[in-house]
């Protein structure tokens, strides 16, 4: 490994946000976006037409309802260190986009509505952290607002998630009364100005148990904030680098992200422990970030992020050697390979011509179809990287064209869109119907309006019966005998593999009990 690939692996830091809807997770891209450099001004996430809309959210539909219904990507550069940042969906819906995501990083940013505490989906957001052993910060946000009494929110965030916090700053009151935060190991505050989106606010060294405190911060805002530290200091344990790389504890921050407080404070020290790249399991061994062969794997594909271009973009994490321009990158899957001529870096819905790319780094790949997730790209070796499952649908639903001429738009329109792992796409093997399954009824209708924006069709989606999937494990000669009693209970994926789709779990386990060697199974590997 040069000097030079050294470098550049410990100066990366990659890492997804992660909250539940409305937590301010967007807004905080922003304006992380904002203190890098990389964008002049933030942009609202519910825009007025004099608004500039959220950088991240590139889809119409994400602009006009304020939400975040894909992956966005973006890179930048802060202190010396690249920032690879990918702003994941809040809406459970697309818990399993945000799920790919969380393979390709190596840390999470966790942001928590400090008015309402810990959600539900940041709960099941967490497990996903916790299986992988992800390193997570927390930012309590909007403490602008009335909300729950602080160490209310760190008794909350400890008990439904499990994770000791460790406090890096500690706001000085809330709501109304909320002065600003004070940071427990430099021993300084920073005052928070209110309606300051654009502008960083003042810091200023100070000895709490000092007369000059009292009178910067007030006599009774100062009394609780030293009756406070005092408590946090004595319960919380010290911070620990091993721990919080495992996954067992948080440090955790407090500010307002729409009015640009605490952000950069977090960012800094995100730098300063944020893990750089981390290895990656594959079937055979483990890939280390220093290795000089490259090698990376699909975590995300994105069709039409720009209309005039019409594309489809393959997201690759770099885990391993030096991406550089025009290389000769080894498809696994298909066993073929490919000149990378144009691969790029993303910065939402501007984009750059990659020359050099390093671990941690995602890139994207324009590519028209032969490229799924899960794919593995290498310079030769016959390499798998793991960890990227499908999910079993939960609903279903049958595509049901308005204009029956435009039955070939809707074929190229929900395979292409299902291939972006936002649904999942089913054929029976009996039949012609396309059977759409998805976790949440936001799918549907955010497939129905690409559908019509992007591709040009009006199509509608029914229920139908079916509401319970399960993938087929056997032999061929088990599989050939399956096929011909069953039918009407059998469907393909998109992939090709065999699955039964049925209106209950009874009928799948009592077609699996005919045969010895059938294993049903919930989730799929992107193989």
Same mark, same amino acid.
């Given at each position: 490994?040069?000097?030079?690939?050294?470098?550049?692996i410990?100066?990366?830091?990659?890492?997804?946000?992660i909250?539940?809807?409305?937590?301010?997770?967007?807004?905080?891209?922003?304006?992380?976006?904002?203190?890098?450099?990389?964008?002049?001004?933030?942009?609202?996430?519910?825009?007025?037409?004099?608004?500039?809309?959220?950088?991240?959210?590139?889809?119409?539909?994400?602009?006009?309802?304020?939400?975040?219904?894909s992956?966005?990507?973006?890179?930048?550069?802060?202190?010396?260190?690249?920032m690879?940042?990918?702003?994941?969906?809040?809406?459970?819906?697309f %818990?399993?986009?945000?799920?790919?995501?969380?393979?390709?990083?190596?840390?999470?940013?966790?942001?928590?509505?400090?008015? *309402?505490?810990?959600? *539900?989906?940041?709960?099941?957001?967490?497990?996903?952290?916790?299986?992988?052993?992800?390193?997570?910060?927390?930012?309590?946000?909007?403490?602008?607002?009335?909300?729950?009494d602080?160490?209310?929110?760190?008794?909350?965030?400890?008990?439904?998630?499990?994770?000791?916090?460790?406090?890096?700053?500690?706001?000085?009151?809330?709501?109304?009364?909320?002065?600003?935060?004070?940071?427990?190991e430099?021993?300084?505050?920073?005052?928070?100005?209110?309606?300051?989106?654009?502008?960083?606010?003042?810091?200023?060294?100070?000895?709490?148990?000092?007369?000059s405190?009292?009178?910067?911060?007030?006599?009774?805002?100062?009394?609780?904030?030293?009756e406070?530290?005092?408590?946090? %200091?004595a319960?919380t344990?010290?911070? /620990?680098?091993?721990?919080?790389?495992?996954?067992?504890?948080?440090?955790?921050?407090f500010g307002?992200?729409?009015?640009?407080?605490?952000?950069?404070?977090?960012?800094?020290?995100?730098?300063?422990?944020g893990?750089?790249?981390?290895?990656?399991?594959?079937?055979?061994?483990?890939?280390?970030?220093?290795?000089?062969?490259?090698?990376?794997?699909?975590?995300?594909?994105?069709?039409?992020?720009?209309?005039?271009?019409? /594309?489809?973009?393959?997201?690759?994490?770099?885990?391993?050697?030096?991406?550089?321009?025009?290389?000769?990158?080894?498809?696994?899957?298909?066993?073929? /390979?490919?000149?990378?001529?144009?691969?790029?870096?993303?910065?939402?819905?501007?984009?750059?011509?990659?020359?050099?790319?390093?671990?941690?780094?995602?890139?994207g790949?324009?590519?028209?179809?032969?490229?799924?997730?899960?794919?593995?790209?290498?310079?030769?070796?016959?390499?798998q990287?793991?960890?990227?499952?499908?999910?079993?649908?939960?609903?279903?639903?049958?595509?049901?064209?308005?204009?029956?001429?435009?039955a070939?738009?809707?074929?190229?329109?929900?395979?292409?869109?299902?291939?972006?792992?936002?649904?999942?796409?089913?054929?029976?093997?009996?039949?012609?119907?396309?059977?759409?399954?998805?976790?949440?009824?936001?799918?549907?209708?955010?497939?129905?309006?690409?559908?019509?924006?992007?591709?040009?069709?009006?199509?509608d989606?029914?229920?139908?019966?079916?509401?319970?999937?399960?993938?087929v494990?056997?032999?061929?000669?088990?599989?050939?005998?399956?096929?011909?009693r069953?039918?009407s209970?059998?469907?393909?994926? %998109?992939?090709?593999?065999?699955?039964?789709?049925?209106?209950?779990?009874?009928?799948?386990?009592?077609?699996?009990?005919k045969?010895?060697?059938?294993?049903?199974?919930?989730?799929?590997?992107n193989?």
């Amino acid at each position: 490994m040069s000097a030079t690939q050294n470098r550049e692996i410990s100066r990366r830091r990659t890492f997804a946000i992660i909250s539940h809807p409305d937590a301010g997770k967007t807004t905080l891209t922003e304006k992380l976006l904002l203190y890098g450099g990389a964008i002049a001004t933030a942009g609202a996430v519910k825009s007025k037409k004099t608004d500039r809309a959220a950088r991240s959210d590139f889809m119409e539909m994400e602009q006009k309802r304020g939400i975040s219904v894909s992956t966005a990507v973006m890179s930048f550069e802060f202190n010396n260190f690249a920032m690879n940042l990918l702003d994941t969906p809040g809406h459970n819906d697309f %818990s399993e986009d945000t799920y790919r995501t969380l393979t390709a990083v190596d840390a999470v940013l966790m942001v928590i509505d400090s008015s *309402k505490g810990v959600e *539900k989906q940041t709960q099941k957001l967490l497990e996903v952290c916790r299986l992988k052993k992800t390193p997570v910060i927390t930012m309590m946000n909007k403490m602008d607002l009335e909300g729950i009494d602080p160490l209310d929110l760190v008794d909350n965030l400890e008990k439904e998630l499990g994770m000791e916090c460790v406090p890096i700053t500690w706001p000085i009151g809330k709501g109304r009364e909320f002065k600003g935060v004070y940071h427990l190991e430099k021993k300084s505050v920073q005052f928070y100005l209110t309606h300051n989106q654009q502008k960083k606010n003042d810091t200023i060294d100070i000895d709490i148990n000092s007369d000059s405190a009292a009178e910067i911060i007030g006599s009774h805002n100062i009394q609780k904030l030293r009756e406070e530290i005092e408590m946090v %200091s004595a319960l919380t344990p010290p911070m /620990d680098l091993q721990k919080f790389n495992n996954g067992q504890i948080t440090p955790l921050f407090f500010g307002s992200a729409l009015n640009n407080f605490g952000v950069q404070t977090v960012l800094e020290e995100f730098c300063r422990i944020g893990p750089p790249p981390q290895p990656r399991e594959s079937i055979t061994r483990v890939v280390e970030p220093e290795e000089e062969k490259f090698s990376g794997f699909v975590f995300k594909i994105q069709a039409n992020m720009d209309k005039n271009h019409r /594309d489809r973009m393959a997201f690759i994490r770099v885990c391993s050697g030096v991406f550089n321009r025009n290389m000769t990158l080894h498809q696994v899957r298909t066993n073929k /390979d490919i000149i990378v001529r144009n691969a790029i870096t993303f910065m939402a819905r501007n984009r750059n011509i990659v020359e050099t790319a390093y671990p941690g780094d995602i890139i994207g790949i324009p590519n028209h179809g032969t490229i799924q997730i899960g794919d593995t790209f290498t310079e030769g070796e016959d390499l798998q990287i793991t960890g990227i499952p499908n999910f079993a649908p939960e609903l279903f639903r049958r595509a049901r064209l308005r204009d029956p001429l435009k039955a070939k738009a809707l074929a190229k329109g929900l395979t292409e869109v299902c291939e972006e792992g936002a649904a999942q796409l089913f054929r029976p093997l009996q039949g012609s119907d396309y059977i759409i399954g998805a976790l949440g009824e936001l799918q549907f209708q955010v497939i129905q309006s690409r559908l019509e924006n992007e591709y040009r069709v009006k199509a509608d989606f029914e229920t139908i019966t079916r509401n319970v999937c399960r993938w087929v494990i056997c032999n061929e000669t088990t599989k050939k005998q399956l096929t011909t009693r069953y039918e009407s209970d059998l469907f393909n994926d %998109s992939k090709g593999n065999l699955c039964i789709l049925s209106d209950n779990l009874f009928r799948c386990n009592q077609i699996a009990d005919k045969y010895d060697d059938i294993k049903l199974t919930k989730t799929m590997e992107n193989i």
